[in-house]
Structure formats: structure tokens, C-alpha cells
């Protein structure tokens, strides 16, 4: 593996950065990225005794700097010391500014304001939180999404990434010996999505949760012909309600949630849903 050390200087927390990063890295085989985070850089003598310590442990330097004396002797040092230096949003700011015929405003992390959006996203947490795994069902018509899914079909961590987007996710199990509540059906505001997986796959991942919590491990949980029911069960719901569905099987969670929230956007696209 080649060790590769990265620089990464910021002027906020330093989550924008990390984010492009661990997406940049991910499209390269065989190296092992060390991160070095360098955040709330808003002063000259601040970002000196930063580059100190980048002089100790050369690499690519990758930056988010608004203050333009911040960044201009970061870039004279930089080539000073002939090393790779990068701002990583300089493209989609120059892009922005074109489009909209303005000036970017120099204010560090004014994304990670505490605005509507942020106590919105707060809220959605908490409502996913409180509506995990069938709880409340009677709320269920203030959800703006709701997934059903036998058990491991990744509800709750699809319904918590949703959640972090700004979504109010329910999510419910299903299980042929107990069905969901008749609310369901009657639901109008949420988009309903169904979860599913291929049987072999949801046996695996039911075993290995029954090793984590130390239980038998032949039960109906994980017995081919009981899962095939349940997913079967699942599927005659799904088709009866005209419910989408999605197979979670080969997705991960980010992907998934990608699918939902597609699928929200058409369907607010078409038309208002009711209250």
C-alpha cells in the first residue's frame, strides 16, 4: 500500500474537506490515505505554525480558505516548499459565481449555520428516532417517508440516513404472524417504500446478528422456508398497494437512500399530496 499524506487545511470544521477527500480516495487502488486536519485556520500566524507541521510530513494539501491573506500566503508557502496544493470547491464556487452573477460571500463555514434547515434536519432525527421499528404507529400520516421490510432488510439504518437528509422516515417489520396496523393502508402524506433482499443474503445477515447477541443459532429466523414466507408475504403487500420497491440486496445504505429520495422528488414532481 502507498501511504499518501494529506493536508487538510480549513478555515471551518473541516467536514467539507473530509467529504471530497474520502470520495476522492475511494477512486484509487492501493493507497493508504493519513489524514492530517488542520481546522479553524482564519489567521496568518495560526496557519504558520500549521505549515510547521506540514514541512514535517510532506503531502498534498488540500484547502478551503475564504480569507484571501489566509490563502494567499498558504499558496506562497506552498510552492515555497514545491508541494501539491489544491482549494478543493475553487471549481464549483467559480461556477456558482458565473451562473448567478455574483460574488461568493467570504464567510467560513456559514454552511454549518443553525438555520430553518438545520433544526429541520434536528427534528426529522428526532421523529425517526421515535418512529424505529413499528413505534407509533398512529404519527405515521406526519411522515414524509415510510419503509416496510421484513427484519435486516436495513429500515433503520436506511430510515436514519434518510433522516440526516432533512426526511421524516417511519419504518415498520414485517412479519406474516402479526400484520402491520390498517392505518397503514390508509396512509395518504408518506411515500411508502418496500424493502427487500435475496434470501440467501438475509439468512446470512439474520446468522450473524444472532452470533452478535449470543442466541440459538437454528430458529425460524434464519430457516430457508420460514424467510421464503416472509419475503414472500412481503412482496403480496407490496404488489397489492402498488407500493415501490426496492432490493436492498447489492445496495448499500447510501445507495438506497438515493433510490427513496428519488422517488420522493417524482412523486412531489407530480402533483401535491394531501395532509
Not at 433482499?197 to 438475509?202: G, N, S
Not at 439474520?206 to 443459532?217: D, K, V
Request: glycine share 6%; hydrophobic share 45%; no cysteine.
Amino acid at each position: 500500500m502507498a501511504k499518501l499524506h494529506l493536508h487538510l487545511v480549513s478555515d471551518s470544521t473541516g467536514e467539507t474537506l473530509e467529504s471530497i477527500v474520502k470520495a476522492g480516495v475511494a477512486q484509487f487502488e492501493g493507497v493508504e490515505p493519513i489524514k492530517h486536519f488542520w481546522p479553524m485556520v482564519r489567521s496568518e500566524g495560526h496557519l504558520d505554525r500549521v505549515v510547521e507541521e506540514i514541512a514535517k510530513r510532506p503531502g498534498l494539501v488540500i484547502y478551503t480558505l475564504v480569507n484571501g491573506k489566509v490563502r494567499a500566503r498558504l499558496e506562497m508557502r506552498m510552492r515555497a516548499m514545491d508541494l501539491p496544493h489544491v482549494s478543493a470547491l475553487d471549481p464549483v464556487m467559480d461556477g456558482l459565481s458565473r451562473v448567478l452573477g455574483q460574488a461568493a460571500s467570504s464567510r467560513p463555514g456559514r454552511q454549518h449555520m443553525m438555520d430553518a434547515a438545520y433544526f429541520a434536519r434536528v427534528d426529522a432525527i428526532q421523529f425517526t428516532i421515535a418512529h424505529d421499528d413499528g413505534q407509533n404507529w398512529d404519527e405515521w400520516d406526519e411522515a414524509d417517508i415510510l419503509l416496510a421490510g421484513v427484519s435486516r432488510s436495513s429500515k433503520t439504518p436506511t430510515s436514519i440516513y434518510l433522516a440526516n437528509r432533512g426526511f421524516k422516515v417511519a419504518n415498520i417489520p414485517l412479519v406474516p404472524e402479526s400484520p402491520p396496523p390498517m392505518d397503514l393502508f390508509a396512509l395518504t402524506r408518506p411515500l411508502v417504500v418496500g424493502l427487500t433482499a435475496a434470501p440467501d443474503r438475509l439468512i446470512q445477515i439474520r446468522r450473524n446478528r444472532l452470533l452478535t447477541l449470543g442466541g440459538a443459532p437454528e430458529t425460524d429466523y434464519v430457516d430457508p422456508e420460514a424467510v421464503a414466507r416472509e419475503l414472500a408475504f412481503a412482496r403480496r403487500l407490496f404488489a397489492d398497494h402498488g407500493w415501490p420497491v426496492i432490493d436492498v440486496t447489492r445496495r448499500s445504505i447510501e445507495e438506497t437512500a438515493a433510490a427513496i429520495i428519488n422517488l420522493h422528488q417524482k412523486r412531489a414532481e407530480s402533483g401535491p399530496v394531501p395532509a
